[in-house]
């Protein structure tokens, strides 16, 4: 099942770059994507169950939060595809064929980059994988070759590239440590996290350092997020949402399986101080650029800084409702944030054009996008009874358990001019008067409503917490080495 996974959006993409009629293009990417969701759900039902699937000699396996990770990648890939039809149609017409091609045919191998990274075992294969989410989405970055998307997909390549060197620097020399204390061992996340208690701690700090900085550089967080505001401006809608809703978890999802191996290694208290001090900045930094945004698709790449941070808070804090809080933030903002740079590209086709100042009248002119992009942001900057409220809640709890206590003093504040800015901002998009010349409607009506989903989740998750999911990520927080409250 787990080779099967990731066959089919590969495969896919193969098809894409050897079909010829539009039509068979779009049909084969809707059939892959709703495919891959279903056998995502398929693999992590059979994980919840208390299987471990392992395939290909113990290179692929799926454990607890790997499944949390395969749900999010392939729902958010199923949603992005399937409004990714109505956008590139309205984008590019059937003279540009190679362009739809191309977007397509990456788009299928940047799932299965990311796929392929949450579901190995072994750290090279993850850290190859990582690199390849880089080089897909480079290009897509730079689909529409103008020279600000030239420029911003050579700002990502070579800034990821080096983040992810520096991540290899650091894997080679965590696995040295091991080496050289117990002698040779699998360079896979079971044997490294049962030899952790071996490890020379003193190459393991370092090695922590450049692990980092590396895979923080992939997830977003400050100071190594400069080529993220770019990168999500400039990509279509689509990619947008998931560069910006499942990518940046996938660079997480790494800090945190390695953050497992440090804390058996040299105790508890040393990484999670790193992760509140780069959570705090992140937060610090993201809220510099939101008090008065000038370009919607870079205040939403912005809050993303600003969330991936209150995430690393939760997972710095510790402790039961800490990591919880950041397991539950992970769902919610790739929920509210796909959902935003979804209804952001509506916006763009409308007004063609991402200046806030530029933007008048959303709610006259495109009722339907406005009211969800305004519950949309409602939800984004934490306002019950979305779910992103709960899990910012579960984080600040348990900062004021574990403290420090001024942490999350200056974070709520740091939230809260990110509030006042997002929503000043958002308010000028709404109101007022719309263009002359622009026609009443909203673009591509009937592409919006897979975002029933990501509503109805953020609602149920900001109510009530199912038992399936309380189930599934229980098993998420046993994998991180995190006992029950």
Request: charged share 10%; glycine share 10%.
């Amino acid at each position: 099942m787990l080779v099967a996974l990731l066959l089919m959006p590969l495969i896919a993409s193969v098809f894409m770059v050897l079909v010829r009629p539009r039509v068979w293009l779009e049909i084969i990417h809707a059939l892959a994507a709703l495919s891959g969701l279903a056998v995502g759900l398929m693999v992590a039902a059979r994980v919840w169950r208390g299987d471990v699937p392992v395939a290909v000699g113990g290179l692929l396996r799926a454990d607890g939060l790997s499944a949390l990770m395969v749900v999010v990648i392939t729902l958010l890939g199923a949603i992005a595809a399937l409004y990714g039809l109505g956008y590139i149609r309205v984008e590019y017409d059937d003279s540009h064929l190679s362009k739809v091609r191309g977007f397509f045919a990456l788009f299928h191998l940047f799932i299965f980059t990311m796929l392929l990274a949450v579901t190995t075992d072994n750290l090279g294969i993850m850290w190859v994988a990582i690199e390849g989410t880089t080089l897909a989405t480079a290009f897509l970055v730079n689909l529409h070759n103008t020279p600000r998307s030239l420029e911003a997909a050579y700002k990502y390549l070579i800034l990821s590239s080096v983040g992810i060197a520096l991540a290899f620097i650091g894997t080679a020399l965590l696995y040295y440590s091991g080496v050289s204390r117990a002698g040779e061992i699998a360079v896979n996340w079971t044997s490294l996290r049962d030899a952790a208690p071996s490890l020379n701690p003193q190459v393991v700090r370092l090695a922590f350092a450049f692990i980092l900085v590396g895979y923080g550089t992939k997830a977003g967080l400050a100071p190594m997020h400069t080529w993220l505001p770019d990168a999500h401006s400039e990509a279509p809608a689509p990619i947008s949402a998931l560069m910006s809703g499942v990518l940046l978890n996938v660079g997480l999802y790494a800090l945190m399986r390695f953050k497992v191996v440090v804390d058996i290694a040299v105790g508890p208290h040393f990484a999670g101080p790193w992760f509140v001090g780069i959570g705090l900045l992140s937060l610090a930094v993201a809220a510099v650029f939101l008090v008065v945004p000038r370009n919607y698709k870079r205040m939403l790449a912005y809050s993303s800084v600003e969330h991936i941070g209150v995430i690393c808070l939760g997972l710095g804090f510790g402790g039961y409702w800490g990591v919880l809080g950041a397991l539950l933030h992970v769902v919610n903002h790739a929920l509210s944030k796909s959902l935003l740079f979804i209804l952001s590209g509506n916006i763009l086709l409308k007004y063609q054009t991402t200046d806030i100042l530029r933007v008048r009248g959303l709610l006259r002119a495109s009722p339907l996008t406005a009211g969800a992009f305004a519950a949309g942001t409602l939800a984004l900057l934490g306002l019950p009874p979305f779910g992103l409220f709960m899990s910012e809640f579960l984080i600040f709890r348990a900062g004021i358990e574990r403290g420090p206590v001024w942490v999350v003093i200056v974070g709520a504040v740091l939230l809260a001019v990110v509030f006042a800015g997002m929503l000043g901002s958002v308010n000028q998009m709404l109101y007022g008067a719309p263009p002359e010349k622009l026609e009443h409607g909203d673009v591509l009506k009937w592409s919006l409503a897979p975002l029933v989903v990501n509503f109805a989740l953020l609602l149920v998750l900001g109510l009530t917490l199912p038992d399936a999911v309380a189930d599934a990520l229980d098993q998420a927080l046993r994998v991180l080495g995190v006992p029950r409250a």
